[in-house]
């Protein structure tokens, strides 16, 4: 009778355990964004922070994460988060999360990362993916983008083009093709670098520049608060949403389309069980009917890869871009 009274007890205190070690389960995440707030980057961990807060149905309703801590570290164009990240002390943090687009995988095709290579992370989730997008400030004379290469081809050296990134930045190259393809040599453009998609807004809100070569996700949020007006989208066909108004630059007979992948990666030395433990959190949160909802409301749309899969197209996207870089004389 006493062994069956110890292991009842035994049993009931572990029952009562439960909650508390289902609560200690969910743990707290950092979610570094590689450039300045307001941007893309920014989104893609807002996003990152929505899915893993929102309940985990396999685990008792509980979330994915107790909390989530977004942080910035500009500088390089992800070149300074590649590396801190790759340091001693920060290359095995197991709930940290970096955000990465196609942007960052043609930086690392062309070597802008020093010696860095597409195995020296570790790839978890692509969250979603939009698209390259050319805007003008909404009380610009450019009301299409005829009116802008028109002017291009007049006087170049008068509109300068915000980016993020230098030449040679995924900005760079889709306004560098659209003009190209328009019969204007690119070299006569006149760049303004500038970090991260939320800096080249202001930049074109305070006229610095007077045109910006960005992203999707980013217009979404500048055109409904009328801070902007977007010439084309460089998509294959018109994009639902916001957006759903403006035309391709196809459709303006300028045949340029720039798909954009967003996602997470992680420290080189995070241990597998953990890694692991992120692929499937992942997995189960962009499953989710409020995950798409709020995808939607970020500008993005649906591109859902992880683990394996997801390190797979980037190696395949890195050695892509590294052909079309050497081709465009952009390798170092």
Not at 75 to 86: K, L, T, Y
Not at 112 to 129: E, M, P, S
Request: charged residues 20%; glycine residues 10%.
């Amino acid at each position: 009778m006493a062994m069956l009274r110890t292991a009842f007890l035994s049993l009931l205190f572990s029952l009562l355990a439960l909650p508390a070690l289902a609560g200690a389960a969910a743990p707290e995440v950092e979610c570094v964004v590689p450039s300045k707030p307001g941007g893309a980057m920014d989104l893609t961990c807002k996003l990152a922070k929505n899915g893993l807060l929102q309940p985990d149905t396999a685990s008792a309703a509980a979330p994915f994460a107790s909390s989530v801590r977004i942080s910035y570290l500009p500088g390089g164009i992800g070149a300074v988060a590649w590396r801190s990240m790759g340091s001693q002390r920060r290359r095995a943090e197991a709930n940290t999360l970096v955000a990465f687009s196609g942007g960052s995988l043609l930086n690392l095709a062309q070597g802008k990362f020093g010696n860095a290579k597409a195995g020296d992370v570790r790839w978890v989730a692509a969250l979603g993916a939009d698209y390259g997008m050319i805007a003008v400030r909404s009380d610009s004379p450019y009301k299409t983008l005829a009116d802008l290469i028109a002017a291009l081809k007049r006087h170049p050296d008068k509109v300068l083009i915000g980016v993020s990134g230098t030449i040679g930045s995924q900005d760079w190259l889709k306004m560098a093709l659209v003009a190209r393809h328009a019969g204007i040599d690119p070299k006569v453009l006149r760049f303004v670098a500038l970090e991260g998609g939320g800096e080249v807004f202001t930049a074109m809100q305070a006229d610095y520049v007077q045109v910006m070569s960005g992203d999707t996700s980013e217009a979404t949020l500048n055109v409904g608060a009328n801070h902007a007006r977007v010439l084309a989208v460089l998509s294959e066909k018109r994009l639902p949403g916001v957006l759903a108004g403006v035309p391709t630059a196809r459709e303006q007979g300028v045949d340029v389309v720039w798909p954009i992948i967003r996602g997470l990666w992680m420290g080189p030395q995070v241990p597998e069980q953990d890694y692991q433990r992120w692929v499937a959190t992942f997995d189960r949160a962009m499953a989710t009917p409020q995950f798409a909802q709020w995808r939607t409301q970020a500008g993005m749309y649906p591109f859902a890869l992880t683990g394996d899969k997801l390190t797979q197209y980037v190696n395949q996207a890195v050695e892509r871009y590294s052909r079309q870089a050497a081709e465009l004389g952009l390798m170092r």
